[in-house]
C-alpha cells in the first residue's frame, strides 16, 4: 500500500488549496478514503472520509461547508478541496486507508494558513 499526498502550501487566511492523493498497492475502489490532519502539539483528528463508490461523505463539524472530499476510482486518486481556509486549519495533512483492519497513511503534507 502506498498513498501519496500533494498540494500543501502555504495560504492566506480565506484562500484555498487542493490535496490529492494517490494510491496504489490495493483495490482502491474497495475501500473508505479518509483525510485527517495533525496540528503542531495535538492528536490526528479526522477532516473527512469518503466511501468507496464516493456516493456517501463525512466530515468534521470544524470543516463543513468549506472543504469537499471527491474521489475518482479510475485514477486511483482522492482529493480534499479546502475552501475559507483559517489559521487553524493549519496542520499536517494525511491521507489515509484502513485495509484489514490496519490503516496506512501517507507521508503527509503541510498546510499553513498564515497572512
Known amino acids: 500500500v502506498h498513498l501519496v499526498e500533494s498540494g500543501g502550501g502555504l495560504v492566506q487566511p480565506g484562500g484555498s488549496l487542493r490535496l490529492s492523493c494517490a494510491a496504489s498497492?490495493?483495490?482502491?475502489?474497495?475501500?473508505?478514503m479518509s483525510w485527517y490532519r495533525q496540528a503542531p502539539g495535538k492528536e490526528r483528528e479526522l477532516v473527512a472520509i469518503?466511501?468507496?463508490?464516493?456516493?456517501?461523505?463525512n466530515y468534521a463539524d470544524s470543516v463543513k461547508g468549506r472543504f469537499t472530499i471527491s474521489r475518482d476510482n479510475a485514477k486511483n486518486t482522492v482529493w480534499l478541496q479546502m475552501n475559507s481556509l483559517k489559521a487553524e486549519d493549519t496542520a499536517v495533512y494525511y491521507c489515509?486507508?484502513?485495509?484489514?483492519?490496519?490503516?496506512?497513511w501517507g507521508q503527509g503534507t503541510q498546510v499553513t494558513v498564515s497572512s
Open positions: 489515509g486507508a484502513q485495509i484489514s483492519a490496519r490503516w496506512y
Open positions: 498497492g490495493f483495490t482502491f475502489s474497495s475501500y473508505r
Open positions: 469518503i466511501t468507496s463508490g464516493g456516493g456517501s461523505t
